[in-house]
C-alpha cells in the first residue's frame, strides 16, 4: 500500500466510515506460506505476538505528554531504558503481520518518544541522563533502518521523510565515530551490518564503504586456533596477565555475529563467511542440551542471563541463516528459542530460568532486545535455509575433554554428564573481579536433570546501572569454591587469575586438576592458614566427584561451597549428616561428602542470583581439623 493510500484512508476513517483499520493493514500482509521450518516459524511467530503483547501492557500512550507518551515503563527497574524506541522494528512487523492497529500505533509512539533523547550530534543516550553513553545509537539506528526498509507502506509520506531524516542524523554520528577500536568489539562488529544497511536505506554508498572497511578489519578479531570473536574489554585489543585475548560469548553469539553473518550474506564475502562458519561452529561447543549458552567465564558474564546476554538481541539470525553449513546451527537456533519461550510470562522475557519461582520481576529491556532478532528472522524466512532439531548440538554428543587455549578453559563431558573448568584470566576493567576463574567447576549439567551448577560473578555489582537489576537480598556468589574468611576478609580460589588446570581422560574417568591459591579481591593470598588447594574434578559415566585438598595447616575455618542449581519448591532431605538430596521432576540428586553437609541458613527456601537468573541451595562442606581433605560426590539416580 502507497502513503498516499494510507493518508486518504486515516482521513476516511477521521469521518467515520467504516473502513476498519484491520481491513487495510491485512491487505498489505505478507501473503507467502511457510515452506519450510513450520514448527519453527510458528514458535517465533507466535512468542514475537506474545512479547509484543506484553510490551503494548507496560507501554504509557499519553499524546498530552511527549516525555512519556510511548516509553516503555519497566516492571522491575527504576530507570528508564532509552532504548525502548528499538521496539519499532518488531511492532511494526506485528502490525503488518496481524492487520491489528495497536501494533502499529504502539511502534510509531515508541519510536517517536526519542525525542526524549534525542542529541545534537545525531545520537541517542542511553538513558535520560544527555551525558549517558551514545554508542548505543547503532542499535536503535538498526531498527528504524530496518522498519523503513520493510514497512514504509505503513507510514503516511510525512512521518516516513521524518523518520529518514533521523536516520540520516544517527548515520552521520556513527559513520563519523564508529573505528574499530571505538569502544568493545560488538560495537564496531554491529556496525558493519549497519551502516550496510542504513546505507542501502539512504542510498549513501559512503556508509556502505565504512561498513567493508569495518569488515575487513573484524578479521583480524578472531582467535587462533578456535576463531572465537574477541575484544570485549577495555581496551579491544587487550591481553591478560597469561596473554589471552578478552572474549565474551553472550555478545558474540547474540549480537556481533548476527551483524557480521547478515553483512557476509549480503554481499557474499566468501571469506568472511568461511571464517564466521569457523567461529560459529566453535560458539556452538558452548551451548547446552537444553538450548543454554555456557557464558560462565566470560568478560562480560555479569550480563548472563544463561539464555544469552541482557541487553544482545538473540542468536536467532547468525545460527539460523547459516544453517545450511551445519545443520546443528540450525539446532541452535531453535533451542535458544524454545529456552526463551521457557522464561517468558505474561509477554515479558525474564532475566533467568528461576524469575518466576523466586518472584523476580523482569526488565523490559530483555523484551524489546531481544524482540527485533524474531523479526529479523520471519522477515528473512523465504531466504533461510531449512532449520529444525534433526542434527545434535556438539554437546549433546560430546565425550571426553575439549580444551580452548585462547580461554584457558575444559568442557568434559562423559555420560549424562557435561560441565565446564576454567582458570580463564581476562578481565573486562581492572579492579574488578568478576566471572568464573580460578579453577573453578563453572558449570555442571546432567542431560536428564539440567542445570546443576552455574557460576556467578564472584561479587555482584551493577557494572551498568542502566542495564542490570540489583540482586535481591544478600549476594551469595554461585561458583563453586574453597573459600575461608581472615579478619572478615574474603579468600576464595575463585580470585586466582594465576590457577592452573591440567587433565586427562584414561579408563573411562575424565580428571581435571587445578592449581590455585585463596585471594581476596586485591590479588593477596591468605596467610598463617592455607593458601594453597588442589582441586580435582573426576568425572565418570555414573558419577561426578569433586576433591579439595591442601597440604599447609588449616586454621581458619574454611569449606568447600556447592550451590546446586534448584528452583523453590524442589524437595530438599539430608538422610544424614554427610548426604542431602535434591528431588527434581526428573530424578533425584544425591550430594554425599566424607565430611558432614550443612545448608547455609538464609532468608528464604533458595539463594537467588542475577548472574545467571536461577536459584540455588547453598550447600557448605567444611574441611576439619583432622583433616586437610573434602571428597564430594553428585549422582542422579
Known sequence: MERKAFIQLSTIGGIGLTLPMASWLNSCSHKTEPTHSAEFKKLTFDLLKDWCDGMIRVQILDP????????????????????SMDAVYPFLHMAKATGEKKYLEAGIAAFEWERNVSLPDGSWSNGLDPKSWNGTTIFGAIALAEALHYYSDLLDDARYEHWKDRLGQAAEFIYEKFTI?????????TAVYGLNLIGRVLNNDSYIKRSKELAEELKAYFTEPNRLLFGEGKPSDKRSAKGLPAVDLGYNVEESLNSLVMYALHVNDEELLNLITKSLNSHLEFMLPDGGWDNSWGTRQFKWSYWGSRTTDGCQPAFGMMAHKNPALGTAAVKSTQLLRRCTADGLLHGGIHYLSHGIKPCVHHTFSHSKNLAVMLDHWDHLPEINTTAPLPRTTADGIKYFPELDTNLFARGDWRG????????????HYRQATGGALSVLYHNRVGLLCAASMAIYKLVEPYNQQPNPGEDFAFTPRVETFKDDVWYSNIFDRAATVTSGDTEGEIRLNAKAQLKNTENEAVTETASDFELTYTCSKDVMRITAKTAQPIKEKTAFVLPIISPTGEK?????????????PEGQVSIKANVPLTIKGIPRERSFNMVPGAEAIPIMAFFEETTKEVEISIEVS
Open 572 to 584: 530438599v532431605l539430608q538422610p544424614n549428616p554427610n548426604e542431602i538430596t535434591v528431588q527434581k
Open 64 to 83: 498530552s505528554d511527549t516525555k512519556v507518551h510511548g516509553m516503555l515503563k519497566c516492571p522491575a527497574c527504576d530507570v528508564v531504558h532509552a532504548r
Open 420 to 431: 565446564t573448568v576454567t582458570a580463564y584470566d581476562a578481565i573486562y576493567k581492572d579492579g
Open 181 to 189: 577500536s571505538f569502544t568493545n568489539i560488538n560495537y564496531p562488529a
